[in-house]
């Protein structure tokens, strides 16, 4: 493995990508937790010993992602339909 921790998630995520095992966006939110040094992502793949568990870690990430994205979508999509109802209504 990479000498740096940040070396090594970049390493993971050229090999997911080129794998197709994640996008483009996917390596770019990744990317972007690197850059401003968040703690849960480093909190999160530290403890990795492997490149298959680093691997498996930042896929675990990009599912939470992934479900927060979509929960927020949900949540604005049924603010809308509200709003349409309630304009609708009146």
């Given at each position: 493995?990479?000498?740096?921790?940040?070396?090594?998630?970049?390493?993971?995520?050229?090999?997911?990508?080129?794998?197709?095992?994640?996008?483009?966006?996917?390596?770019?939110?990744?990317?972007?937790?690197?850059?401003?040094?968040?703690?849960?992502?480093?909190?999160?793949?530290c403890r990795?010993?492997?490149?298959?568990?680093?691997?498996?870690?930042?896929?675990?990430?990009?599912?939470?992602?992934?479900?927060?994205?979509?929960?927020?979508?949900?949540?604005?999509?049924?603010l809308m339909?509200?709003?349409?109802?309630?304009?609708?209504?009146?």
């Amino acid at each position: 493995m990479s000498t740096t921790l940040e070396s090594q998630i970049l390493q993971a995520l050229w090999t997911m990508y080129q794998r197709n095992q994640i996008s483009m966006e996917q390596k770019g939110y990744v990317k972007d937790l690197l850059i401003r040094k968040d703690n849960n992502l480093y909190q999160t793949v530290c403890r990795c010993k492997t490149q298959d568990q680093l691997e498996e870690r930042l896929l675990e990430i990009l599912n939470c992602i992934y479900f927060q994205f979509f929960l927020i979508r949900v949540l604005q999509e049924t603010l809308m339909l509200k709003k349409t109802h309630i304009h609708l209504s009146d």
